[in-house]
């Protein structure tokens, strides 16, 4: 996984307001900078400049440290950043701010500093810190640690949304009501995981088989339907879709009941299926 301070998985749902403030407050310099430029000032432009930089920057890190705490906070099970991306962000602004006041608006070295100090507990009492526990920890599950099993969380919730984006494009009604059921269940089996990881390590083997297995053939049969029909080709896929939803009802159910014993079995009789009906 990217738990890095630019990190790659954030939250696809992020308020386009937050943290637009910091990107405002630069925007003064920019008029500061355009003015050193014309009177000559190479101190000026070099101070206005790098504060200008610095701001934009740190608004761009505050976003993705926003990002990751909105799904650090959404999620049951989630690891803390191993940078703290908000931290970093609130000390370039800080920085940022004491330049300003040093070359922009000529105060002393004491004064500037103040001003920075100022900015830097402003944005911290703003935006807070980073998050910095783990939640839901995997110490009674079948995995080492917390990261592994929001490895295994994501990347189920990727495919889920690959099917679901397939799905779009698929016109027939009752294909489409029963791959909407189908994503349905799936993301409640999830949220189960969510609030139980304990046996995530069989039920990630289900998981595997099923939802990969869904993504491909759904993604092929969309491709496929778009180069040549074949009845044929449609009910070997209204039949495994039959399977693949009443297997995930059955399977949820146990979830529910605590009762996984036959997991095994069923993740068997579903991948002979997928290969068995041709839309792999």
């Not at 930089?53 to 505050?62: E, P, Q, S």
Request: glycine share 6%; charged share 20%; aromatic share 8%.
């Amino acid at each position: 996984m990217n738990f890095s301070w630019w990190p790659q998985r954030q939250s696809k749902t992020l308020s386009v307001t937050k943290g637009l403030l910091l990107f405002i407050l630069p925007l003064p310099i920019l008029g500061a900078l355009v003015i050193s430029l014309a009177k000559g000032d190479l101190s000026g432009v070099l101070g206005n400049a790098s504060a200008s930089l610095l701001f934009f920057l740190g608004a761009m890190v505050m976003r993705r440290g926003l990002a990751l705490e909105e799904d650090y906070q959404r999620n049951a099970v989630a690891v803390a950043p191993k940078v703290p991306v908000k931290m970093i962000s609130i000390l370039m602004i800080a920085i940022a701010t004491g330049i300003t006041a040093y070359y922009g608006a000529g105060q002393t070295v004491g004064i500037s500093l103040s001003f920075a100090v100022g900015a830097f507990f402003g944005c911290y009492l703003t935006y807070g810190c980073d998050p910095r526990k783990e939640k839901n920890t995997a110490v009674n599950t079948s995995y080492s640690n917390t990261e592994e099993v929001v490895r295994v969380l994501y990347d189920s919730r990727e495919l889920v949304a690959q099917i679901e984006r397939a799905n779009k494009e698929i016109h027939n009604q009752e294909m489409h009501e029963r791959l909407r059921r189908i994503i349905e269940r799936g993301r409640k089996i999830l949220q189960s995981i969510e609030q139980n990881p304990r046996d995530i390590r069989r039920v990630n083997r289900f998981l595997t088989t099923y939802l990969v297995g869904t993504q491909r053939i759904t993604e092929g049969y969309v491709k496929m339907t778009k180069q040549t029909h074949s009845d044929e080709l449609a009910e070997n896929f209204r039949k495994v879709l039959i399977t693949i939803e009443d297997v995930f009802q059955e399977q949820h159910q146990k979830m529910l009941e605590n009762d996984i014993l036959d997991l095994d079995v069923q993740i068997e009789v579903l991948a002979i299926q997928l290969k068995q009906e041709g839309v792999s």
